[in-house]
């Protein structure tokens, strides 16, 4: 990782920027910067709204990307996501964390000079799909249920029997695994009682459905033929505005998570592992018991999916740093870690002292072992001297002298490195240009073939390291005799299978 990353941000805030324009979802704008003239662009945005932000670079130009909140704090930032095939900037499924007004900047690294575009997403930052439904359309009713027609650029339907759903799909559409999906619902004023909906991993009759009606409530479930299976029953939101007849809904499909949005705003979360992948997406309208007619028309569906690095999604190289449950939220989200899982250990507070040199371990979970999870802490420490001194978390511990290690210590200086008897292993080594401090967040994310290791949200690097079960706990570590206090808030361990 590119921790110039860090001075860039610094330096960028230190520089004059242009009036600042207004950014919109999907309308890219366009601008030329130097080492001495970054561009800003503003947004309002609301707690939870997925987004993503594109910048590609033409004439030379490596961009910087830094989205900044209205008291002028760097929430993330982004250089090189792909480096060196490309030196393009991508903020992906970022998760915001507070509503605000938001500053996207760019600027140029390293003395470049050239032109950019920025587009700003629903979503991911692939566009899969972009359906304006002109009328050459291929949507379809799955059955005669429901009434198909294209018009003015918009996709309607309209249904009359009690108690049905009315369902419209594209047949011939590609749909991803892994998608964001967007679309643009108006409802005829001629519906008195009315649910419209979305459904997703659809083949013939077998497909999950969320719905909305007017009375601000909505319903997830599962259907298999003529069964049904309800995983959320109505319920109430105060994102979604009863009566609302015009509105956005989405709907992000990730494995056995979904996640479900009104206007951009998060709405609600289910888990459900029945239909695992394939399929394709559906438009719906449904009835009540009462034969009571309903008309609903579909405009600007917009499918968005994660960019791909020889085959896989972008991995992060900055996580906003939150909550465990926004954590672990996030690295769903941006496809760090697989979906579903367990939040498996949560420990308020701890504390650990040693006043010997070396490793000092003080393990967690009252010996419970993980072998693939996300673990993470945020920490403080006092030392009675001057001296080189840390704080860390231990992963994977089959025995005293078996364990890996990840810490920062108070010059700046991280690791995360393997012990095999009486020595560590080559592993991760750096040093922050921050300078030292006495507060850090860690992450380490053990896959099955390799660990993760992010320092206060920032991507430090990767070991190539099967997966092995083994305990986790805290550590302090003294380079020197020195009495050392580390104390940990909110250490948590996400599993999977």
């Not at 009315?166 to 999906?181: E, K, L, M, R």
């Not at 998060?266 to 888990?271: A, E, I, K």
Request: hydrophobic share 40%; aromatic share 10%; proline share 5%.
């Amino acid at each position: 990782m590119k921790y110039l990353l860090l001075i860039g941000v610094a330096l960028l805030l230190a520089l004059p920027a242009r009036a600042q324009a207004t950014l919109t979802l999907l309308t890219p704008v366009t601008g030329r910067v130097d080492d001495s003239s970054p561009q800003s662009w503003q947004f309002n945005a609301t707690e939870g709204n997925l987004l993503s932000f594109v910048v590609a670079a033409s004439g030379g130009l490596d961009p910087l990307l830094t989205i900044s909140n209205s008291a002028g704090a760097v929430v993330i930032a982004n250089d090189d996501y792909n480096y060196p095939a490309s030196g393009d900037a991508l903020l992906e499924a970022i998760t915001i964390p507070r509503t605000d007004r938001y500053t996207a900047t760019v600027s140029a690294v390293g003395g470049t000079s050239g032109e950019y575009t920025l587009t700003m997403l629903p979503g991911y930052g692939q566009i899969s799909t972009s359906e304006n439904f002109g009328s050459d359309t291929g949507w379809q009713g799955v059955d005669d249920t429901v009434q198909v027609s294209v018009a003015d650029g918009e996709l309607a339907l309209s249904l009359d029997r009690a108690q049905q759903a009315g369902i419209a799909v594209n047949p011939t559409a590609s749909i991803p695994d892994i998608y964001y999906a967007d679309v643009t619902v108006n409802v005829g004023a001629e519906s008195a009682e009315w649910s419209v909906g979305m459904t997703a991993r659809q083949t013939d009759s077998r497909y999950y459905l969320l719905a909305l009606n007017h009375q601000g409530q909505w319903r997830f479930s599962v259907r298999d033929g003529g069964a049904e299976r309800v995983i959320r029953d109505w319920v109430a939101h105060p994102a979604i505005l009863p009566g609302s007849r015009t509105f956005r809904l989405a709907m992000l499909v990730n494995g056995s998570n979904f996640d479900f949005f009104f206007n951009g705003n998060l709405f609600g979360r289910q888990s459900d592992p029945s239909i695992p992948a394939g399929g394709t997406l559906g438009l719906a309208v449904l009835t009540s018991t009462r034969a009571v007619p309903v008309g609903a028309r579909f405009d600007d569906l917009t499918i968005t999916t994660p960019r791909l690095m020889d085959g896989r999604p972008a991995l992060p190289t900055q996580l906003i740093v939150g909550t465990p449950a926004a954590m672990t939220q996030e690295l769903q989200r941006r496809n760090v870690i697989p979906a579903g899982g367990e939040m498996a250990l949560n420990v308020a507070e701890s504390f650990a002292e040693s006043a010997r040199p070396g490793v000092e371990r003080f393990m967690l979970g009252r010996g419970s072992t993980f072998r693939t999870f996300a673990l993470g802490t945020t920490f403080t420490w006092e030392a009675g001297a001057a001296g080189m001194t840390g704080c860390g978390l231990v992963f994977g511990q089959t025995s005293d002298t078996d364990y890996l290690l990840a810490y920062a210590d108070r010059t700046g200086g991280y690791g995360l490195s393997q012990r095999q008897g009486d020595s560590f292993l080559p592993g991760i080594f750096g040093e922050k240009p921050v300078g030292s401090k006495t507060s850090y967040h860690l992450l380490v994310v053990a896959l099955a073939d390799r660990v993760l290791y992010y320092v206060d949200g920032v991507y430090a690097g990767a070991l190539d390291q099967p997966a092995a079960e083994g305990a986790v706990g805290n550590a302090v570590v003294n380079f020197e005799p020195i009495t050392t206090s580390c104390r940990f808030a909110d250490t948590w361990v996400w599993r999977w299978n």
